[in-house]
């Protein structure tokens, strides 16, 4: 019979053989769900679903996907928001221009 504190089915039960061929359960905490995408919530590809403990020792190419954004958004939502971004640059740049030439036209006309 295990101590009380681990009579629960909320650990995880991991049945290991030792040297001497004995088999002992190990009672270990459940996984955590998968990483979830900010934005759309959907789970995230390429992280793994381990405890923080268990993280501490991946090394860090191993714990998110080397994009940018990677671990955080996932590659629909991060497509999304570059392109607005991109978008919004490029309709600012094209103002600034437009700008600048209506200026100039007008200079013109009055001299
Ligand atoms: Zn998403």
Known sequence: MPRPALRTRSR????RRTPGGRTV??????KPGPARCGMCGMPLN???RLRPVELR??????KRPERMF???LCVRCLEKVLKK???????AELEKIIASRTQQSSAAAES
Request: aromatic share 6%; proline share 7%; glycine share 10%.
């Open 57 to 62: 020792n991946l090394p860090l190419s191993q």
């Open 25 to 30: 359960i190990h009672y270990e905490k459940r």
């Open 85 to 91: 971004t991109i978008r919004e640059q490029v309709i």
């Open 12 to 15: 995880r039960r991991v049945y």
């Open 70 to 72: 990677g671990g955080v």
């Open 46 to 48: 390429g992280v793994p």
